[in-house]
């Protein structure tokens, strides 16, 4: 399997999309607030969690681009 040099910018986009990922499942995993029946609002990310993956990503040139991105993740963080 051929092995991927990451650069910086690459390196930072694939960080933020971690965290992004991260906020995300935790915000899935917590308890919402609401009547028992589910009818409560779903947690939401922070805004700043995905304007920081967002900008990362176009920094890198991955903005649009969704299999070389994650063919860098999948390289770099495979259990992701």
């Not at 990922?21 to 409560?40: E, K, M, Y």
């Not at 304007?51 to 176009?58: N, P, R």
């Not at 991105?69 to 999948?74: E, G, R």
Request: proline letters at 10%; one cysteine or more.
């Amino acid at each position: 399997m051929p092995t991927a040099v990451l650069t910086d910018h690459e390196r930072t986009a694939v960080q933020a999309y971690l965290r992004l990922l991260h906020t995300v499942r935790a915000a899935f995993d917590a308890p919402i607030d609401g009547p028992p029946d589910g009818g409560g609002r779903p947690a939401a990310v922070p805004p700043a969690v995905l304007a920081e993956a967002e900008q990362a990503l176009e920094q890198a040139g991955l903005a649009g681009n969704e299999e070389a991105f994650f063919q860098l993740l999948h390289h770099w963080c495979p259990q992701s």
